[in-house]
Structures are given as C-alpha cells and as structure tokens.
C-alpha cells in the first residue's frame, strides 16, 4: 500500500514565525500536492510538484513556497505564518496525472 | 472554469438502506472522476477512479457511474453500514486544468445502527 506521511499531527505557531510541513511518499511517486481544506471552501491547491526541482502554482500559493529535492520528498513552506492561515494541510500525491491521489492524514496547523 | 457540485450536504439514513451521492459538474472535457472517503479530522481516502472512457466502477458495496454528457457522477453504496459514516467528495481532473483535481464541497452521510 502507498503511505504518504506527513510529520506532524498537529501543530502550533505563533504570527511571523517561519513554518515547514514536510510530507514523505514510499511509493516512487512522480507527483506530489499540497492543499489547505477549510469548512465551507472545501480542498484547494496551493502548489504541485511534477518532478524533483519542478513545482507549479495552484489556485492559492501566495503566503507560501514549496522544495522538492528528493523525489519522495515535498516540503511546504509558511514564510511568515499569518492568522488566515490557520487551517487543515494536506499532502497528496499519485505516479501519473491521471491516476489515483492518495493522501497524507493532514496536518492541522494554528497560527496564533 | 470548471465547478464540482456534491448535493445534498448532508444526508442521514437508516442501517442497510441502499442510497446514491451525487456528483455534478460544468466541464465535460476531463481525463477522469474520483470519488474519495473522508473521516472527520483524517486524510481522503480515494474509493473509486472513472477514467473518461469508462462508464462505471465497482469496487465491493460501492458503485460509481459517469455520464460525461451530462455532466454527472453517481456514487451508489448498497446495504448501509454505520461504518460508512463519513464525508464523501468527488473530484474531476479536467483537461484544460493540467494536473489540477477539482473537488466538490462534498456529502456527510450518517447511516444510523
């Protein structure tokens, strides 16, 4: 079975701090995804990986970056975590595009 | 641009009922649909995947079907188990949104024992 991991459960920081989600996939995996879920605006994407180095914006990459040095590796990064960005963080990813995306348990993350 | 539509929200039914979610979408150019599984607080879990080409897929109680044409997706669970309770999203891989899957807001069902 895939298993795509993500570091932490849960996670608290404070406004101004500089923030990293890492996600890890076993699977060889050539695509990775992060998203931000929240009540009432559902699953949206903040950055996508097609390859080692490559990313692409997604609908809502502004206040973030992304690294992918390593394959199965795909960081998210919080330059300067900010209140609205208190919300639910999940890692996708899947071997081609048009296949299935199996997903990490989320990290739910609080910027106070 | 494309838009997912999950109706209804919510939906609750009785232990060993047979029910359908529905899925509907703007676009019909896509590569593919998949329904996905989510518990509360947890990842998504993806249950089925309709390439374009295809019509339906089963996998055990589940059923997923796809009318391209008409821009909608079914998703059939039979004989209801209160396991079953969680929310359930579709989502669409459009060809003009390059690796980009698009969800709906999803449906809550609750399968009362």
Sequence with gaps: ?112 | KQEVTQIPAALSVPEGENLVLNCSFTDSAIYNLQWFRQDPGKGLTSLLLIQSSQREQTSGRLNASLDKSSGRSTLYIAASQPGDSATYLCAVLGISNTGKLIFGQGTTLQVKP
Excluded at chain 1, 30 to 39: I, L
Excluded at chain 1, 66 to 83: D, G, H, M, Y
Aim: proline residues 2%.
């Design chain 1, 1 to 112: 079975d895939v298993k795509v991991t993500q570091s932490s459960r849960y996670l608290v920081k404070r406004t101004g701090e500089k923030v990293f989600l890492e996600c890890v996939q076993d699977m060889d995996h050539e695509n990775m995804f992060w998203y931000r879920q929240d009540p009432g605006l559902g699953l949206r994407l903040i950055y996508f990986s097609y390859d080692v180095k490559m990313k692409e914006k997604g609908d809502i990459p502004e206040g973030y970056s992304v690294s992918r040095e390593k394959k199965e590796r795909f960081s998210l990064i919080l330059e300067s975590a900010s209140t609205n960005q208190t919300s639910m963080y999940l890692c996708a990813s899947s071997f081609l595009l048009n296949e299935k995306l199996f997903f990490g348990s989320g990290t739910q993350l609080s910027v106070l």
